[in-house]
């Protein structure tokens, strides 16, 4: 079992940057594919990113193509979602998630564990 915190949402204008971490402690970060998602309110959690075990595979939903980049730091049991040129339909809550399964999945139902998420807030 792996608990997960998340940390570094905040408030930012639109344009600006923010990277969030989560930081994983029980079992070993490396053991999990690692996610994030994002809930805006009134809305169903959105699948963000994901990396696997090793760092080497990544994927994105389309619409942060090009602007957030994923990465982990397995020695620092610790996953990153760099967020650049951030816009205001980027405002959510962001969830940090491991699974155990095969390949770089998008759904929630495939990761069996969360964080309690950190709120992005972007201003027009």
């Known amino acids: 079992q792996v608990q997960l915190v998340e940390s570094g949402g905040g408030l930012v204008q639109t344009g600006g940057s923010l990277r969030l971490s989560c930081v994983a402690s029980g079992r070993t970060a490396s053991s999990y594919v690692m996610g994030w998602f994002r809930q805006a309110p009134g809305k169903e959690r959105e699948f963000v990113a994901a990396?696997?075990?090793?760092?080497?595979?990544?994927n994105y939903v389309d619409s942060v193509k090009g602007r957030f980049t994923i990465f982990r730091v397995n020695a620092k049991n610790t996953v990153y979602l760099q967020m650049n040129s951030l816009k205001p339909e980027d405002t959510a809550v962001f969830f940090c998630?491991?699974?155990?399964?095969?390949?770089?999945?998008?759904?929630?139902?495939?990761?069996?564990?969360w964080g309690q998420g950190t709120q992005v807030t972007v201003s027009s």
């Open positions: 990396i696997s075990r090793s760092g080497s595979n990544t």
């Open positions: 998630a491991a699974g155990n399964m095969l390949g770089l999945l998008s759904r929630p139902m495939d990761y069996s564990y």
